[in-house]
């Protein structure tokens, strides 16, 4: 996967996790805990679904560099660059 | 072999169940009874729709808001705010002799109530809300302190103390006369700070978007499959044992049943403590109007009253119910979408105080004598607070300790659970976890939240 498309696939768990919340309006550089009150155990939610769709697996020391789009997709860009 | 066991299919075990089958574990919830719900179950009589347990779904936040349980419950099990479809409710009140309070859903009006009747304590008000604001949610120390204790540091009009007490208690104390402050500000925030409100269609739509969505999932549901005993070797549980004797492996049991229910169901545990159990139980007056409360003069969504100063909350000393106090819940008024219009039938709901023992040890013949009494007396008591509605009454039901022992399995029929909470949802098995009423949270948002947050943090860490 290249970075776009990770960033869709980041945009399609949000979607999943958030169905009420409008995306198209997403900053990346902006922290999701600011736009869209996610919490730890949102947070969680993304990992796991990173893990159940992609096995793509985000040790808990790492959950920091989740807390915007654009440090997610920096963050998983070599970790998903096999992924199909 | 399941990887997690699930016992109970109220809304704790349903959440969870929820949030393990969709991580791909093999799941099975067991229930005694032979419907689901628990506690905030549903049934059908003379044809007409009953909730169990439903006065109000509490936490209630509206659509778009991104705090507060109800929006973490909803990304938690990844359903939309219309699927739960809830309207607000009108208005309610908390009346004692000599003073009222009227709240919403916006707390301002609850601050003004409180500057209109106990000016002397607008600051100390404050202080309350500040300090309410400040506890942490899973300090297990903080959660036990004496809430009664805090309150008569902070307020100094005792009644405005039992005025606050009153609704807070009625909605989710399982202990008696005080309060755990952890409890009271879990209350505290989900009646006065969230706020109260209901589905048109009652509990059953939420529990049935659960269970069509958890068996969507692959989850397994077995109702009429009672849990008789947790098989437990060296520490560890290694599978359980229905009623009818058959035995199902899991890796790991997470079970609603109650904490010393569940403990009873262990085979290295000789004898639970009893003396722990919950003692808080009810009956439930119900009756259908032939209008709508509105139309007598009745816009309350609910009414908690008590007839004296000091707020009587314990099982009653001497007889099968207590009605010095009690809390009127009309469904009628929420305010329902336009397009759902208004329910089809006017109802009153009325709770009291009740004995479980006296309810239980009753012979067939004087249970029914005896529910009919006390849906005369527990109505006649709450009619000193709410317009008479006894002149349009065309059907009633009253159920008792008894029904609601049926429906949760807890020890006597405690509505709440016991009041000791085991917060982490550990037991002293390395494998076997607590969630719904005696892990902690209460309501319907409550229950599903405890059961969410039980499976992340035991049955989900990689």
């Known amino acids: ?84 | 072999m399941y990887d997690t066991i699930i016992i109970g299919a109220g809304m704790s075990g349903l959440a969870a169940g929820i949030r393990l089958a969709h991580y791909d574990q093999k799941v099975c919830i067991l229930e005694r009874h032979y419907t689901i719900g628990g506690l905030n179950s549903f049934y059908r009589m003379n044809g007409r729709d009953y909730d169990v347990g439903l006065h109000a779904v509490t936490n209630f936040t509206e659509k778009g808001a991104k705090k507060g349980p109800l929006a973490r419950i909803l990304r938690q099990l990844r359903f939309k705010w219309d699927d739960f479809s809830l309207s607000p409710q009108k208005g309610s009140r908390v009346v004692f002799p000599s003073a009222e309070l009227r709240f919403n859903n916006d707390i301002e009006l609850l601050r003004s109530e409180v500057a209109r009747a106990f000016p002397s304590q607008v600051d100390n008000f404050e202080a309350l809300i500040a300090k309410i604001l400040d506890y942490d949610d899973l300090d297990q120390e903080a959660f036990e302190i004496s809430g009664r204790q805090v309150l008569n540091s902070t307020i100094t009009e005792p009644l405005l103390i039992e005025m606050i007490l009153c609704p807070l208690m009625w909605y989710g104390n399982a202990d008696s006369h005080d309060m755990a402050w952890g409890q009271f500000c879990i209350m505290f925030r989900s009646i006065f700070f969230e706020g109260f409100a209901r589905p048109y269609k009652g509990v059953r739509l939420i529990l049935k978007n659960l269970v069509k969505r958890y068996r969507s999932l692959g989850g397994e549901l077995k109702l009429r499959h009672g849990v008789s005993k947790v098989i437990v070797d060296n520490g560890h549980a290694t599978a359980i044992e229905l009623d009818n004797g058959e035995i199902i492996e899991g890796k790991r049991i997470l079970s609603s049943a109650g904490s010393l229910e569940t403990m009873r169901m262990c085979s290295d545990v000789s004898e639970p403590d009893t003396s722990k159990a919950g003692a808080m139980t009810f009956i439930e007056s119900i009756s259908v109007l032939d209008r709508e409360p509105a139309k007598i003069g009745n816009d309350d969504t609910i009414v908690f009253y008590n007839d004296s100063e000091k707020f009587n909350w314990h099982p009653p000393a001497d007889d099968f119910c207590d009605t010095r106090t009690g809390v009127i819940c009309s469904p009628n008024n929420y305010v329902y979408a336009d397009e759902e219009g208004k329910l089809a039938d006017g109802i009153v709901r009325i709770t009291t105080i009740a004995d479980f023992r006296r309810w239980n040890e009753m012979s067939d013949e004087d249970y029914a004598r005896a529910k009919l009494k006390w849906y005369d007396k527990s109505v006649e008591a709450s009619v000193r607070f709410t317009p008479d509605f006894r002149p349009y009454v065309i059907d009633t039901d009253l159920f008792t300790p008894k029904t609601i022992r049926r429906f949760t399995w807890h020890d006597n029929g405690a509505v709440y659970g016991a009041p000791e909470k085991k917060l982490d949802g550990t037991t002293h098995l390395d494998n076997l976890f607590l969630c719904g009423t005696d892990q902690g949270y209460v309501g319907i948002i409550g229950a599903m939240m405890s059961g969410i947050s039980m499976a992340n943090l035991h049955c989900l860490r990689p």
Do not use: G, H, W
Not at chain 1, 8 to 37: G, H, K, T, V, Y
């Open chain 1, 1 to 84: 996967m290249v970075p776009t498309e990770i960033r869709d696939a980041i945009i399609d768990i949000l979607a999943d996790i958030a169905p009420d919340e409008d995306l198209s309006n997403l900053n990346d550089d902006q922290s999701f805990r600011d736009q869209m009150e996610l919490d730890s155990m949102d947070f969680l939610d993304i990992v796991m679904e990173l893990r159940k769709r992609y096995r793509v697996q985000v040790p808990e020391e790492d959950y920091v560099n989740l807390e915007s789009m654009a440090s997610t997709v920096s963050y998983l860009t070599p970790k998903m660059v096999a992924v199909a």
